[in-house]
Structure formats: structure tokens, C-alpha cells
């Protein structure tokens, strides 16, 4: 080889050495509990992520059902027993992230690992799915804040992982996602159009039934909705008394919580650690003056 070619060979593999990505370490899980998932034109990686905060399952208030649901079939799955992946839909702020992180900090010592996918990484989930399927630990992958426009073809992939390839999701895998929507895709009138009644039956037309197949591969369905005002008060009292002091709790704070919640147009677990974050720290501004 002639030395001009030589040095063409060499420009050519340093400028396409840029558009390469970096060579990806493995996630040790030994020492890591969760990754986020990172896609890639030629693939994609793991990057170990620290827990965000230290929630527990016990901080969570007013929503002991669900909370239970995804204990039982979360430890299930991580004993080798027979597990559904779960949807936990329902309005904002009302602890559909929340109970993720809590159940990832109380389980992680069982065995559990989470991985967050971006609903835009979704088209490569086969990909992760494969990655994770001959390894020793037990994962669920976890998609938060999930939904889907009409002309959006991520949701296939993630239709095909969960229920509908030829070999089927791992079983060391399980799927969570969060979503506002019960049934993921958006439905319109013009969707109606093809059902029809046929004896006492009324049986969808394709686009219906199309709209709701994802949401029924999931076996475990979890609802979330508003609190009542007892209970919203209920957990700002939790908060407030985890923030601040116990004592901080009062008829006064009582009555602030009510006219903050009001002012955000909603009783939610979010609304009330806000509530509490403000309250305190408002409190112990005032204190050091």
C-alpha cells in the first residue's frame, strides 16, 4: 500500500471515528440499582443512573391499593413466580412516578433494577430487550409519561416487546409505564365509524380495536385519580411533618393547604409536597429573621 493511500485510509477512519459513539461500559449491577437507556443511530447503551431521592412506599399516602398491587406483582416477578407487565394511568401528580422511585428503593435489595426508556428511545427497545434476555438479574423497564400521537409508529415496538413478537418478552423482563391516557392512543369520533351491532353485541372497528390492543397487553391496570380533600390533607400533614416539625401542622397550615390546592386547580400528592416545600420554607425564612 502506497503511502498516499495510506494517509487517505487514516483521514477517512479519523473523521468517521467522530460520528461513532463512545465504547460503552457495562453496567456493574452489583453496585448499580437503575440505567437510563440511551439510543443510537448504530444502537444504544446503558448509563447507571444514582435513585433520585430516598421516597419510600410508606411516604406514599392514599393510595394503598395500588400500592399493594405493585408489591405483590413486582415481588412475584423477582421470585421467578408468574408476573403482569402494569399501566398505572390516571390524572397528574397523583403518584404514578412516585410509587416507581419508592418501589425501586425498597426493592433493590431483592434483586429489582430499573431502566428508564424515553418514550422517543422506544423504536430500540427490541434491541434493549435483547441485551437484557440471557443476563442473571431480573428488570423492569420502565417508560413514564407514556402516550402516543395518531401517526406515531413507536408504539408498535413497544406492542411487539410486550406481547406480540415470535419469541415473546423475556422472563427476566417486566414493562411498567405511566401514562395520563388509559388506552395510550388518542381516539377520535371518526373511530366509531366501524363498529357495529350485531344481535345485542356491539363489536369495534379496526381502528378501535387497534387503539385499545396495546393497553390490553398489559395484564395489570392501576388507576390514579384526584384526592379528596381529606386525604390531600392527609399527606400534607406527612410532608409538612417530614420537611419541617410536627408541630408546624396547625388549623392555620390546615387552611393554607386548602387555599393552595385551590389555587392549582387540583388535590394530588404532587399538590401537597409542593404545598409542604413552600410552607416550610417559608416558615423557617421567617424564623431566622
Not at 239 to 264: I, Y
Request: aromatic share 8%.
Amino acid at each position: 500500500m502506497d503511502a498516499e493511500l495510506s494517509q487517505r485510509i487514516t483521514r477517512l477512519l479519523d473523521h468517521v471515528d467522530h460520528w461513532l459513539p463512545p465504547a460503552p461500559t457495562p453496567v456493574d449491577w452489583n453496585i448499580h440499582v437503575a440505567a437510563i437507556w440511551q439510543r443510537h443511530p448504530l444502537g444504544g447503551w446503558l448509563v447507571p443512573v444514582p435513585p433520585r431521592d430516598a421516597l419510600t412506599l410508606d411516604d406514599l399516602l392514599g393510595i394503598e391499593r395500588q400500592k399493594l398491587a405493585l408489591i405483590d406483582n413486582t415481588r412475584a416477578f423477582l421470585q421467578g413466580h408468574p408476573a403482569n407487565h402494569a399501566l398505572l394511568w390516571g390524572s397528574r401528580g397523583s403518584g404514578k412516578s412516585s410509587i416507581i422511585r419508592a418501589l425501586l428503593n425498597s426493592l433493590a435489595e431483592e434483586g429489582l433494577r430499573l431502566i428508564q426508556v424515553d418514550r422517543h428511545d422506544l423504536c430500540s427497545l427490541p434491541l434493549l430487550v435483547e441485551q437484557l434476555r440471557h443476563m442473571p438479574q431480573r428488570f423492569v423497564v420502565y417508560c413514564d409519561d407514556l402516550s402516543f400521537e395518531g401517526n406515531d409508529d413507536a408504539y408498535k415496538a413497544l406492542k411487539s416487546v410486550v406481547d406480540g413478537a415470535l419469541t415473546g418478552p423475556p422472563e427476566n423482563v417486566l414493562l411498567y409505564a405511566t401514562s395520563n391516557r388509559r388506552h395510550l392512543l388518542p381516539e377520535s369520533m371518526d373511530d366509531n365509524s366501524g363498529s357495529r351491532l350485531v344481535g345485542e353485541e356491539l363489536h369495534h372497528g379496526d381502528a378501535v380495536e387497534e387503539k385499545i390492543s396495546l393497553s390490553d397487553r398489559f395484564g395489570l391496570w392501576l388507576g390514579f385519580h384526584p384526592f379528596s380533600q381529606a386525604t390531600y390533607l392527609e399527606v400534607c400533614e406527612h410532608w409538612v411533618s417530614h420537611l419541617g416539625k410536627p408541630q408546624d401542622w396547625n388549623d392555620t397550615t390546615k387552611a393554607e393547604a386548602v387555599r393552595f390546592a385551590t389555587l392549582r386547580g387540583g388535590r394530588s400528592g404532587r399538590t401537597a409536597w409542593q404545598f409542604a416545600a413552600h410552607w416550610v420554607g417559608r416558615k423557617r425564612l421567617q424564623e431566622k429573621r
